[in-house]
Each structure stands twice: as C-alpha cells, then as structure tokens.
Nanobody, 114 residues
Framework: VQLVESGGDLVQPGGSLKLSCAAS????????MHWVRQAPGKGLEWVSS????????YYEDSVKGRFTISRDNAKNTLYLQMNSLEPEDTALYYC????????RGQGTQVTVSS
C-alpha cells in the first residue's frame, strides 16, 4: 500500500489549491478514503471522507462549503479541491485509508499566508 500526496503550496488567503493523492498497491474503489491534516504544533485532524464510488462525502464543519473531496477510481487517485483558503487551513495534508490517519502518505504542505 502506498499513498503519495501532491499539490501543496504557499497561497494567499482567499486562494485555491487542488491536492492529489495517488494510490498504489490496492484498488481505491474498494475503500472509503479520507483527508486528514496536521497544523503546526497540533494533532491530526480529520478533514473529509469519500465513499468508494464517490457518491457520499462528509466534511469537517470548518471546511464545509469551501473544500470538495472527489476521486477518479480509474486513475486510482483521490483529490481535495480547496477554495477560499484561510490561514487556519495551514497544515500538512495527508490522504488516508482511515479517518484517524492510521495509514497515510507522507503528506503535502499547504501554507496560507499573505
């Protein structure tokens, strides 16, 4: 099992980013998938979850209406579209096989700052 996140960057408040997570060693379509994040000095925080065929998604309250989780099972890739970014979104973002982040990639850094 391997998860490789990409797409993180430094962005100004109000900006957008799209994160990707390339999965290998297993079929994405057989699993709920999750995004979790870790802000500096804090623990892991669940962000969003998506059902195996993408029909159901859940979001942490602070990102509802701003973030959209999606997937392309044919490409074995998970995505997180992040709009209206806020400084509080600054964190290392991981895709994970469980909502507590127990099996996750190496992460991609998102920094929101002017």
């Amino acid at each position: 099992v391997q998860l490789v996140e990409s797409g993180g960057d430094l962005v100004q408040p109000g900006g957008s980013l799209k994160l990707s997570c390339a999965a290998s060693g297993f079929a994405l379509e057989n699993h709920w998938m999750h995004w979790v994040r870790q802000a500096p000095g804090k623990g892991l925080e669940w962000v969003s979850s998506n059902s195996p065929y993408g029909g159901t998604s859940y979001y942490e309250d602070s990102v509802k209406g701003r973030f959209t989780i999606s997937r392309d099972n044919a490409k074995n890739t998970l995505y997180l579209q992040m709009n209206s970014l806020e400084p509080e979104d600054t964190a290392l973002y991981y895709c994970a096989l469980d909502s507590k982040g127990g099996t996750r990639g190496q992460g991609t850094q998102v920094t929101v700052s002017s």
